[in-house]
């Protein structure tokens, strides 16, 4: 065992799953409880690179999916050190979204050549999850929860095709969670199970790295 840490739990899922309301009010209840948490998301959209995949996400520019796909993962690679420095200091990071997604959404274009494969390629070496819980939501009840944005993959058809490729992706160890109940029990499933990867990680799992297995 290696020293004490915090931990990184991270949700995934399709859009309006509801990821950031439960990875918000995680980051609330830790802190009332005394854990020391922040609230990360994927894409930061405040990094350069950030800046151009809010552009490309907006269609006010227009990139090929494979040089999209890697700002994305870039998006990620430079705040690898200040993850790693985070978690290192004990601090818990609750993440909404991660590199699950950006494999998800770009196999979903399928574009020929950028299957899941390669798009784990510019992924491996980040530091792995703790934790993932998957926000299961059909189609229908999220079309029920209001219409989709304007953001470039907000239609039925690309979000049908990103959960083929999350179930795809899905491992074992990942907790997948019914998201059509109510918020409050959602929460609750929520936070013992960053409990548990808390304790894990506080009590000395090593980090681990994309995309080796996990128990
Ligand atoms: P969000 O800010 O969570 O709504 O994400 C913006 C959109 O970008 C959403 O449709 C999901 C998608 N997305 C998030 N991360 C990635 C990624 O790494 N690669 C790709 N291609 N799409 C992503």
Same mark, same amino acid.
């Given at each position: 065992?290696?020293?004490?840490?915090?931990?990184? $739990?991270?949700?995934?899922?399709?859009?309006?799953?509801?990821?950031?309301?439960?990875?918000?009010?995680?980051?609330?209840?830790?802190?009332?409880? *005394?854990?020391?948490?922040?609230? @990360?998301?994927?894409? !930061?959209?405040?990094?350069?690179?950030?800046?151009?995949?809010?552009?490309?996400?907006?269609?006010?520019?227009?990139?090929?999916? +494979? &040089?999209?796909?890697?700002?994305? +993962?870039?998006?990620?690679?430079?705040?690898?050190?200040?993850?790693?420095?985070?978690?290192?200091?004990? $601090?818990?990071? $609750?993440?909404?979204?991660?590199?699950?997604?950006?494999?998800?959404?770009?196999?979903?274009?399928?574009?020929?050549?950028?299957?899941?494969? @390669?798009?784990?390629?510019?992924? $491996?070496?980040?530091?792995?999850?703790? &934790?993932?819980?998957?926000?299961?939501?059909?189609?229908?009840?999220?079309?029920?929860?209001?219409?989709?944005?304007?953001?470039?993959?907000?239609?039925?058809?690309?979000?049908?095709?990103?959960?083929?490729?999350?179930?795809?992706?899905?491992?074992?160890? @990942?907790?997948?969670?019914?998201?059509?109940? !109510?918020?409050?029990?959602?929460?609750?499933?929520?936070?013992?199970?960053?409990?548990?990867?808390?304790?894990?990680?506080?009590? *000395?799992?090593?980090?681990?790295?994309? @995309?080796?297995?996990?128990?």
């Amino acid at each position: 065992m290696s020293a004490s840490r915090g931990a990184l $739990v991270l949700f995934e899922g399709a859009d309006r799953c509801g990821k950031s309301t439960q990875a918000r009010r995680l980051v609330k209840t830790l802190e009332q409880r *005394g854990v020391r948490a922040e609230l @990360w998301r994927y894409p !930061d959209r405040t990094t350069k690179t950030g800046e151009m995949i809010d552009a490309y996400l907006r269609s006010e520019s227009d990139t090929a999916d +494979a &040089a999209i796909h890697l700002l994305f +993962a870039a998006n990620r690679w430079e705040k690898k050190a200040l993850m790693e420095r985070k978690l290192a200091d004990g $601090v818990t990071l $609750v993440c909404d979204r991660y590199s699950y997604s950006g494999c998800a959404f770009t196999a979903a274009k399928g574009v020929e050549g950028l299957d899941l494969t @390669w798009c784990k390629a510019p992924e $491996v070496g980040l530091p792995r999850p703790d &934790a993932l819980m998957y926000l299961e939501l059909s189609l229908e009840d999220a079309a029920r929860r209001g219409g989709f944005g304007e953001e470039r993959y907000e239609t039925t058809e690309m979000q049908r095709a990103v959960k083929e490729m999350f179930e795809s992706m899905r491992e074992p160890w @990942w907790d997948v969670i019914d998201a059509n109940r !109510d918020e409050e029990v959602i929460e609750r499933e929520v936070l013992e199970i960053a409990l548990g990867a808390i304790e894990r990680a506080k009590s *000395g799992e090593p980090l681990g790295t994309l @995309w080796d297995a996990r128990a």
